[in-house]
């Protein structure tokens, strides 16, 4: 069992930045695919980014390429999301994931999750 805890959450101005972390319990993390998803009040959870185990390869959507950049450090069992130039529309609860069939863009493909951070863009 992977347990995973977002952190970094917050208030943020349009055209701010924050940076979200994501700690997990388990030893062989480097084992598992990371990745963020991100649900708006009444919305579906969405794909934010993804990133293999080795960090070698992400994926992002459409909406944050080019803004969020997602990283991981084996070492400290963390994964990050590194968000730019953020928007209001960037309002929502992100969640952190973790997938043993490592890089996926659904919601589906991962195993464990963590129980979210809450960002707030202001306009």
């Known amino acids: 069992q992977v347990q995973l805890v977002e952190s970094g959450g917050g208030l943020v101005q349009a055209g701010g930045s924050l940076r979200l972390s994501c700690a997990a319990s388990?030893?062989?993390?480097?084992?598992?695919?990371m990745g963020w998803f991100r649900q708006a009040p009444g919305k579906e959870r969405e794909f934010v980014a993804a990133?293999?185990?080795?960090?070698?390869?992400?994926y992002y959507a459409d909406s944050v390429k080019g803004r969020f950049t997602i990283s991981r450090d084996n070492a400290k069992n963390t994964v990050y999301l590194q968000m730019n130039s953020l928007k209001p529309e960037d309002t929502a609860v992100y969640y952190c994931?973790?997938?043993?069939?490592?890089?996926?863009?659904?919601?589906?493909?991962?195993?464990?999750w963590g129980q979210g951070t809450q960002v707030t863009v202001s306009s």
């Open positions: 388990e030893r062989t993390f480097s084992n598992y695919g």
């Open positions: 990133i293999s185990w080795s960090g070698g390869n992400t």
């Open positions: 994931a973790a997938a043993q069939t490592g890089l996926v863009r659904y919601k589906e493909d991962y195993d464990y």
